[in-house]
């Protein structure tokens, strides 16, 4: 695990008649590569952006003694960051402190945290208890993050579920990993993610579904098209078939997707006549009062990461869909 201790900020008046407080920062690992400007804005996010400026103009701000007025200056690990001015930083105040949680912890090293995320729990949200809340905790819990020790980094997923979908998810326990991990799945090199889920029809062929999707928040649900569409974003989902339910008229899917489109698979589907059951939202047949849906992020493939992360490589993280 990277971690550094952060002294906190503390402030004293000068004897002039400006009487400007002295705010101090030690920089950690996760601030590193990070440009001054940014790590002015994450920690001042209640000053306005002129004021910021006018400190670099004015040369308000010393790193290791010396004053830095080039807002592109890249934060390193142990710099003595100094801010002259009134203004106080804003503490942080997202971290819940929750008195009790469930986590299931599927795999964890030095570097990352996957978990499964339970049906009907939101990935962020900042009024109910979210995932990002759960594991926020059970790290502070295990000693392996405390927010007071940090200018600028959140603990954060790497990647989405849907409120309604169960299954895998991503953490990372510092910003470095944080960042490879976010391109490799932009890249779509280093990470596969893999679906399972069971819809109303009988299919018996694989299909490769290549087209374009947009989300309409009026009706709240995503549509997809294989017809070009200007607005629309392209969306690409391959769809398997691992067991087919005769008797039900159910199949049962395991899904890649290539981008990562909101509620991609559910519009995709939708759009050939074969919904995820129990998803109303997209026509999908009810056949449980429990209003979970059959879609499961079931299965992780690593490959082709280097330095902290290359023991990740060839590992498949797999889990049997619950629904």
């Known amino acids: 695990m990277i971690s550094s201790l952060r002294i906190k900020p503390y402030y004293f008046y000068f004897n002039d008649r400006r009487e400007k407080l002295m705010n101090k920062f030690i920089a950690n690992q996760n601030d590193d590569n990070q440009t001054l400007f940014k790590f002015l804005k994450k920690n001042y996010k209640t000053t306005p952006l002129s004021v910021i400026y006018k400190w670099l103009r004015k040369g308000d701000i010393k790193i290791n003694n010396k004053r830095i007025k080039d807002k592109d200056y890249l934060i390193k690990t142990n710099d003595v960051i100094v801010v002259y001015d009134n203004n106080k930083p ?93 391109e490799a799945i932009q890249d779509k090199d280093k990470i596969e993610k893999y679906y399972r889920c069971r819809i109303d029809v009988p299919v018996t062929e694989s299909l490769v579904a290549k087209g374009w999707i947009k989300y309409d928040p009026i009706i709240q649900k995503s549509v997809f098209s294989e017809e070009f569409r200007s607005d629309y974003k392209e969306a690409t989902t391959i769809f398997n078939v691992v067991s087919l339910d005769v008797t039900n008229e159910q199949t049962e899917l395991e899904v890649q997707i290539l981008t990562g489109r909101k509620h991609q698979i559910r519009a995709t589907l939708e759009y050939y006549g074969a919904s995820i059951i129990n998803d109303s939202r997209y026509s999908g047949t009810i056949i449980n009062n429990n209003k979970m849906i059959f879609l499961f992020a079931n299965k992780l493939v690593f490959n082709g990461f280097e330095g902290n992360l290359e023991n990740l490589n060839g590992k498949i993280i797999e889990i049997e869909p619950t629904w």
């Open 90 to 182: 804003v503490l942080r105040d997202d971290f819940k402190k929750l008195s009790n949680y469930d986590i299931d912890v599927i795999y964890e090293d030095t570097n990352l945290l996957i978990v499964k995320k339970p049906y009907n729990v939101e990935v962020h949200s900042p009024v109910k208890t979210s995932m990002d809340d759960i594991v926020k905790n059970y790290l502070f819990d295990t000693k392996q993050y405390n927010p007071s020790e940090e200018n600028s980094y959140v603990i954060s997923h790497i990647h989405r579920l849907d409120k309604l979908t169960s299954g895998l998810i991503m953490y990372a326990k510092n910003k470095q990993t944080h960042d490879i991990m976010v």
